[in-house]
């Protein structure tokens, strides 16, 4: 078996062979599950101006799953005008990303001063990581 497949599930932590996705199958079988019933309750169009507490509400599915679906364009959010989450930032309701268009821009603004000025720590720092992992592996492997 080829342990660089071995990943830990990053929803339940479950070690699990990674074959497409970050999670474990049980995981995914959630998701896909919680992706079902959201996706039934939007196809109602009396439910089009719902908000995300609202579909939490009606489905069981957490917000913060919902933010998922919509992070990855599983669900369109534009064709929901009250569907959206808040920008890590400042808040505002955003349909994708992490940050609404003018966070993003400053922030991107701030990375780019980060790496120039951090240039000399970072490539420490990935040499550093390929052993570390190695080390992880073999302590999780002989248990
Ligand atoms: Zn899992
Ligand atoms: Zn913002």
């Known amino acids: 078996m080829d342990s660089n497949r071995l990943k830990n599930c990053t929803i339940c932590g479950r070690l699990f062979l990674q074959v497409h996705t970050d999670h474990c199958l049980d995981c995914y079988k959630n998701i896909e ?4 019933r959201v996706s039934e309750f939007l196809k109602n169009d009396q439910n ?5 507490a609202e579909v939490t509400e009606a489905t069981g599915v957490s917000s913060k799953r919902m933010t998922e679906f919509i992070r990855e364009g599983r669900i369109f959010a534009d064709d929901y005008p009250n ?7 400042c808040g505002k309701m955003i349909k994708k990303q992490l940050l609404c268009n003018t966070c993003f821009d400053d922030f991107a603004t701030d990375v ?13 720092v990935q040499k550093q990581q390929p052993r570390k992992e190695r080390g992880y592996w073999h302590v999780k492997n002989s248990k």
């Not at 599950?33 to 079902?36: A, F, I, N, T």
């Open 83 to 89: 569907l959206g989450y808040a920008c890590s930032r």
């Open 112 to 124: 780019n001063r980060v790496l120039k000025s951090e240039k000399v720590t970072d490539s420490m």
């Open 48 to 52: 089009r101006m719902a908000t995300i």
């Open 33 to 36: 599950q919680d992706y079902e």
